[in-house]
């Protein structure tokens, strides 16, 4: 099971903060650092100081580490063209020397639209399926070869395709409950299909539909990685848990209810029913940034117990 590092930095996290957190990533062992991509903060955070670009940030990350990989989940389709965000990921790969991974969604949050005057079209599922159509297939343009593309929303001509990922394919993440275009979307483009904050339960039944539209594509169901993204809040006893809790404003029950929280061996065996059903990697949404502690915990007792 490999455990990634996510944060929530619109919540209220500088580029100096995120930086920690992914040095401690690296440090402690962890697979990955990832981050969200969100203009303005959800729920009663502040935002403090404001917003940090997803793709800025990770550019730095990625010549301030070594190993571990980095990535969003997920890009927002409506927040950039899809020539723009090939060239971007492609130059970022290029500079973490091969360790950029792409989660691309529709975009959801229409406050954050407004709050920056970005548009919020209601085709978004339309719009990302043909931003998925042409980034890939600029990556995927051999060398001296143009790429085109005539599709309602966006239209490519005798596009160079360049510049080119340092990974032969940056793997590309796609993720959601929808039970059917977004199947259909991973069975597609996705390397890895992502189940954020979801039961066991749900889950178990989106990896089956996913499964079942990749073998209707022609691909094998093992083709894909299948991962989970959870909240988590991990303490040595009952005190050290509510004070994690608390800290990010949730309560106890609910966080062990919905995602991983308790002492490490809850955590571990929590683990265990998601491996039961498919889950091979987690991402562990760390809401509270300044407790680089809670890392070093998750690491030393929890990390150390999966295979």
């Not at 990832?34 to 730095?60: C, E, K, N, Q, V």
């Not at 005057?117 to 995927?140: D, S």
């Not at 562990?284 to 940034?289: A, H, N, T």
């Amino acid at each position: 099971m490999d455990l990634r590092i996510f944060t929530e930095p619109q919540q209220g996290a500088s580029y100096d903060t995120l930086l920690s957190v992914a040095k401690a990533t690296e440090d402690l062992g962890f697979d990955a650092f990832f981050r969200s991509d969100h203009y303005l903060r959800m729920g009663a955070a502040d935002g403090l100081p404001g917003p940090t670009d997803a793709w800025i940030t990770l550019a730095g990350l990625a010549r301030e580490t070594q190993r571990i990989r980095l990535g969003t989940l997920m890009t927002a389709g409506t927040f950039r063209l899809p020539g723009v965000l090939a060239i971007q990921v492609a130059q970022v790969d290029q500079m973490s020397g091969g360790r950029i991974e792409l989660g691309l969604g529709a975009g959801w949050f229409e406050e954050e639209h407004k709050a920056y005057g970005i548009p919020f079209p209601a085709e978004r599922l339309a719009r990302l399926e043909e931003q998925l159509e042409i980034v890939t297939g600029l990556w995927a343009t051999e060398p001296g070869a143009t790429f085109d593309y005539a599709g309602v929303h966006y239209q490519v001509e005798n596009s160079p395709a360049l510049p080119k990922p340092a990974q032969d394919k940056i793997p590309v993440l796609i993720g959601g409950h929808g039970a059917k275009r977004t199947p259909r979307l991973a069975a597609r483009y996705a390397d890895e299909f992502n189940m954020p904050f979801a039961s066991i339960a749900d889950s178990e039944r989106q990896f089956g539909r996913v499964r079942t539209a990749l073998e209707e594509a022609g691909r094998k169901p093992g083709d894909l990685v299948y991962s989970n993204a959870l909240v988590v809040c991990v303490g040595k006893d009952d005190a050290e848990v509510a004070r994690r809790a608390a800290a990010i404003g949730r309560d106890v029950a609910e966080l062990k209810a919905n995602g991983l929280a308790g002492s490490p061996a809850e955590v571990v065996d929590r683990i265990g029913a998601y491996e039961a059903v498919g889950s091979s990697r987690l991402y562990l949404q760390v809401l509270d940034l300044a407790d680089l502690d809670h890392l070093e915990l998750i690491s030393s007792r929890v990390q150390s117990q999966l295979g």
